[in-house]
Structure formats: structure tokens, C-alpha cells
């Protein structure tokens, strides 16, 4: 059972940076994709980004595109959520998933997640 702690969440005001960082337990990091989804108060998780086992492929949702990079350490068994020019409606519960299924953007091809990091973006 991996685990996944996510950290780098907080409160940062529109048009700042954060960083979030996902750290997994074990030794099978390197062999799966993994993703970023979120969840606002009152809204359904949504995705956010996503990248292939080796880096190689990385998906995001409109929403973030051209503002969130998502990469991965594998020596770490790390991977990054760096988000530029947050807007308040990027507010929002951040979650690190493991890939276990074929759809990079459906929750449900995920199977193990972290608990989530809160970010707030004030205007």
C-alpha cells in the first residue's frame, strides 16, 4: 500500500506562486503515472495535471494550462505541482494521486491518494 503526503499548500494572494510537493512510500514509484486533481468547497473533484511514469507525457486541464507544471524526482519518489499566476478561483483542497487505470484526466483511474493540501488564493 503506498502512501502519499502532499505539503507546500497555504495562502498566497492572486498572481502568486506555490509549489506542492507529493512524497510516496515504496519502491514502485517510478513505475506509474501520477496526478493532480482538486476539490473546491461544493464542487466535485476535478482534475488538474498529470504525467507519465517517466516524465515524458504530462496532461492538464484548461483551466491551468500555461499557468501549472506539473514534474517528478523519481530518485525522490516526488512529484511537483508548481502553480504561477494563481487566480482565487484555483482555491481549492489539492490532492497527489498513483495511477492505476488507462484515463490520465478520470479520478476513477486513480486508486491510492494523499490526504490533500489546502490552497487558498486571495484577491
Known amino acids: 500500500q503506498v502512501q502519499l503526503v502532499e505539503s507546500g499548500g497555504g495562502l498566497v494572494q492572486a498572481g502568486g506562486s506555490l509549489r506542492l510537493s507529493c512524497a510516496a512510500s515504496g519502491r514502485t514509484f517510478s513505475t506509474y503515472g501520477m496526478g493532480w486533481f482538486r476539490q473546491a468547497p461544493g464542487k466535485e473533484r476535478e482534475f488538474v495535471a498529470a504525467?507519465?511514469?517517466?516524465?515524458?507525457?504530462?496532461y492538464y486541464a484548461d483551466s491551468v494550462k500555461g499557468r501549472f507544471t506539473i514534474s517528478r524526482n523519481n530518485a525522490k519518489n516526488t512529484v511537483y505541482l508548481q502553480m504561477n499566476s494563481l487566480k482565487p478561483e484555483d482555491t481549492a483542497v489539492y490532492y497527489c494521486a498513483r495511477r492505476e487505470g488507462i484515463d490520465d484526466r478520470e479520478a476513477r483511474s486513480y486508486g491510492s491518494w494523499g490526504q490533500g493540501t489546502q490552497v487558498t488564493v486571495s484577491s
Open positions: 504525467i507519465s511514469w517517466s516524465g515524458g507525457s504530462r
